[in-house]
C-alpha cells in the first residue's frame, strides 16, 4: 500500500524555521517526484516545491525561493522541506504528494495538484505570535 506521512508542522513565531518530513511507504522514492503543497483556509492548495526522486533536480514557486529547500534521502525514502523565515499567512496546512516521475521537459507541471495520484494527510503550521 502506497502512503505518504508528514510531520513537523508546529505553532512557530513569525521569522522563524520548520523542518518538515514526508515519509513514503510502499514506494521507491527514485521513481517519483515529489511535491510540497500547502492550503491556507479558505484558499486553493499550491505547490510551493517538487523534487525528482531520481536525480533531485528541485524547482520552487517564486513565494517561497530562496527561503525553503526541498530534499530527499532515498535510503529512509524521505522528502523534506526545510521552511525559514515564516511569514504569518503562510500559516497553512502543509502536504506532500507524489507521481510517477516526471521526464524534463514536463517538470514544469510539477506544481499542478492534479497531476499528483497520491497524497499524505497534511502537518498544520502556525505563524504566530
Known amino acids: 500500500q502506497l502512503q505518504l506521512v508528514e510531520s513537523g508542522g508546529d505553532l512557530v513565531q513569525p521569522g522563524g524555521s520548520l523542518r518538515l518530513s514526508c515519509e513514503m511507504s510502499?514506494?521507491?522514492?527514485?521513481?517519483?517526484?515529489i511535491g510540497w503543497f500547502r492550503q491556507a483556509p479558505g484558499k486553493e492548495r499550491e505547490g510551493i516545491a517538487c523534487?525528482?526522486?531520481?536525480?533531485?533536480?528541485?524547482r520552487y514557486a517564486d513565494s517561497v525561493r530562496g527561503r525553503f529547500t526541498i530534499s530527499k534521502n532515498n535510503g529512509k525514502n524521505t522528502v523534506y522541506l526545510q521552511i525559514n523565515d515564516l511569514k504569518p499567512e503562510e500559516t497553512s496546512v502543509y502536504y506532500c504528494a507524489a507521481r510517477t516521475r516526471l521526464i524534463s521537459s514536463e517538470e514544469y507541471k510539477c506544481f499542478d495538484k492534479e497531476i499528483y495520484a497520491y497524497w499524505g494527510q497534511g502537518t498544520q503550521v502556525t505563524v504566530s505570535s
Open positions: 510502499g514506494f521507491d522514492l527514485r521513481r517519483y517526484h
Open positions: 523534487i525528482s526522486g531520481w536525480d533531485g533536480r528541485t
